[in-house]
């Protein structure tokens, strides 16, 4: 990362100054994009080379063919950024002046809430060497953002209102299913719910699932919805007569400048109606390894050695695990951003796939009778001399065998897993495994094993409305020292009736909260973690050379910077110690 500075003005405003905000192998595309966008242009194909660079994985904001704009007002900077750059942290972006960036707060800011800003801001083309912050009248700010805010939503509803007044208009339709994509982006939404019911007196909703939780937002009539549902599968390619199959499709709209492609899954609901799910992808949500794991650097050296490594053929397994919906697909994805795909050969087998990863093989996963499966695609990734196969997800015996045996053949194999613990994941696959082969098989996955990272998100406070207090006036002694606060630390509570800037829930957004197993040792290290793997797959952690990080310290951290409640980090950590009370009883008794 750049360096970074902070510098105190003569007038006492605080000003943020920075090099260019980079992570390591930015430029490692450059000269392939270059080439590939002359190319584009000869045939008459106009792509900036930010908007290449960012599809490639890489950014090179020095470079002087990036079209970098010094000054910009305040809607054109929100209307070329993604809203999750600004909108958590409660700033009003104001102006963008000879490369000064001006922005008024709600609350105060942290260094690292402004190097991304500015990251974000060069990542798009803007040229940012100053942050400068004004002070604002804090109802004026309100109302402020509360009217930036709210601004995609009152034109949601009005073309709504608008179409609904005129249900035969083609045009208004579109225009309507345009604006609720972007008013779910504009929220933060992952997904869009439609449910349609034909029985009479059913409604018909929207809903978006918004920091994990369901939102309804627009209440349809069902002649409506039904036009509705049957655009939607007419543009994801699907059969829109079929209401009884189960059906998946996908396409792509352009907002803010790029392209966000949107997978559409549909079914039947009901006696007679159809439930549509669409999951919207957009690249600017990915984030970048650094970022991901920032709160976690021994995570993050342990994975940089093995996504990275010195010696090439080391090969070994690399596993995230986690419920559904704890992000593992985007710290995969994190993951492969990460590898010089310049210089290394990488093998995606996902079923769907997700993103488009450029500089990368992606195969697709069919089902069906004359499908190809996951083992299938692993076996034959083989023979096309790939340094990294990631595999979407471990689903059977067949497919954690072959990993495996791709594993020991010097290849390096990352993929997903669901379990609850770390631990866990050790035993989940292990019941994949043949009986018959159980020794052989626990001896290869215990000489290959190399991290096992276990996910959750958590949801963070809204920074507009979270209630601070001193740690002595909410938690007993006992629960301090259990969260590792002072009784003056000043912590910040969930407010139970919210404000208008998290939709009255208090919260605003999720954060990655992990545990990891990480095998630091060597031989000998694996062989005690076999023998232990055979007798009790929860005595693993014990073994000299394996490392583990429980939930429970990055729960802490989470408390202590303001993020989480700390009635919240207390449950957790009392859930935390009562499974390993239970695997320690599992060790005891075995």
């Known amino acids: 990362m750049a360096e970074v500075k902070d510098t105190d003005t003569k007038d006492g405003k605080k000003k943020f100054s920075a090099n260019i905000y980079s992570d390591e192998g930015r430029e490692r595309y450059l000269d392939m994009v270059q080439r590939e966008r002359d190319l584009l242009n000869s045939e008459g194909l106009e792509r900036s080379l930010e908007q290449m660079l960012v599809t490639a994985g890489g950014f090179n904001i020095n470079d002087q063919d990036a079209e970098t704009r010094s000054s910009a007002t305040g809607d054109q900077i929100r209307a070329a950024i993604p809203s999750q750059a600004w909108m958590p942290h409660s700033i009003h972006i104001i102006e963008l002046?000879?490369?000064?960036?001006?922005?008024?707060?709600?609350?105060?800011?942290?260094?690292?809430q402004e190097e991304n800003l500015v990251a974000t801001l060069e990542r798009a083309g803007f040229k940012v060497d100053e942050v400068e912050q004004e002070l604002w009248d804090r109802r004026e700010l309100m109302e402020t953002l509360r009217t930036v805010h709210d601004s995609s939503a009152d034109r949601c509803e009005k073309t709504l209102a608008t179409w609904l007044s005129d249900m035969d208009n083609g045009l208004y339709l579109n225009q309507f299913m345009r604006d609720m994509m972007a008013e779910a982006l504009q929220m933060r939404?992952?997904?869009?719910?439609?449910?349609q019911d034909n029985i009479e007196g059913a409604p018909n909703w929207i809903r978006y699932r918004i920091d994990g939780d369901l939102t309804p937002m627009h209440l349809l009539p069902k002649e409506a919805m039904g036009r509705l549902t049957t655009s939607l599968k007419r543009d994801a390619a699907m059969n829109f007569g079929d209401r009884l199959t189960p059906q998946d499709g996908r396409f792509s709209f352009s907002w803010q400048g790029r392209n966000i492609d949107v997978r559409v899954a549909a079914g039947p609901h009901g006696q007679d109606g159809e439930k549509i799910t669409m999951r919207l992808l957009d690249r600017a949500t990915l984030l970048m390894f650094s970022q991901l794991f920032r709160r976690h650097e021994h995570?993050?050296?342990?994975?940089?050695?093995?996504?990275?490594?010195?010696?090439?053929?080391?090969?070994?397994?690399i596993l995230l695990?986690?419920?559904?919906?704890?992000?593992?697909?985007?710290?995969?994805?994190?993951?492969?951003?990460?590898?010089?795909?310049?210089?290394?050969?990488?093998?995606?087998?996902?079923?769907?796939?997700?993103?488009?990863?450029?500089?990368?093989t992606q195969?697709?996963?069919?089902?069906?009778?004359?499908?190809?499966?996951?083992?299938d695609l692993i076996r034959a990734s083989l023979r096309h001399d790939p340094d990294y196969i990631i595999v979407g997800e471990m689903r059977?015996?067949?497919?954690?065998?072959?990993?495996?045996?791709?594993?020991?053949?010097?290849?390096?194999?990352?993929?997903?897993?669901?379990?609850?613990?770390?631990?866990?994941?050790?035993?989940?696959?292990?019941?994949?495994?043949?009986?018959?082969?159980?020794r052989a098989s626990t001896y290869t996955l215990s000489q290959q094993i190399r991290a096992i990272l276990n996910q959750r998100l958590i949801k963070t406070l809204c920074?507009?409305?979270?209630?601070?207090?001193?740690?002595?006036?909410?938690?007993?002694?006992?629960?301090?020292?259990?969260?590792?606060?002072?009784?003056?630390?000043?912590?910040?509570?969930?407010?139970?009736?919210?404000?208008?800037?998290?939709?009255?829930?208090?919260y605003l957004g999720r954060t990655l909260l992990l545990e990891s197993l990480l095998f630091e040792g060597g031989e000998i290290m694996r062989q005690s973690v076999y023998e232990r793997m055979l007798e009790n797959a929860y005595s693993v952690p014990k073994v000299d050379g394996v490392r583990l990080v429980s939930r429970a310290d990055g729960i802490k951290d989470l408390v202590k910077d303001q993020k989480v409640d700390p009635r919240v980090g207390v449950a957790q950590i009392q859930d935390f110690m009562m499974t390993e009370e239970l695997a320690q009883k599992n060790v005891t008794e075995k």
């Open 97 to 112: 002046t000879d490369a000064i960036l001006h922005i008024a707060p709600l609350h105060e800011i942290k260094d690292r």
């Open 189 to 195: 939404a992952s997904d869009i719910h439609l449910t």
């Open 299 to 317: 995570v993050a050296d342990h994975m940089q050695q093995l996504l990275e490594p010195e010696v090439k053929g080391d090969g070994g397994l």
């Open 321 to 360: 695990s986690g419920p559904t919906g704890s992000g593992k697909t985007t710290t995969l994805y994190a993951c492969v951003q990460k590898i010089d795909r310049r210089r290394r050969h990488v093998l995606t087998i996902e079923d769907p796939i997700e993103y488009e990863m450029r500089y990368a």
């Open 363 to 375: 195969w697709q996963v069919s089902s069906g009778p004359q499908g190809v499966e996951f083992s």
């Open 396 to 438: 059977d015996g067949e497919t954690v065998e072959t990993a495996l045996r791709a594993s020991e053949s010097g290849h390096t194999v990352m993929s997903t897993i669901h379990a609850d613990t770390a631990v866990q994941t050790l035993e989940r696959l292990r019941s994949f495994l043949p009986k018959e082969k159980d």
């Open 463 to 506: 920074q507009g409305c979270s209630q601070a207090t001193k740690a002595e006036r909410i938690l007993s002694e006992q629960e301090m020292e259990m969260l590792d606060v002072k009784p003056n630390d000043i912590l910040h509570l969930h407010s139970p009736n919210g404000c208008d800037l998290c939709n009255r829930t208090g």
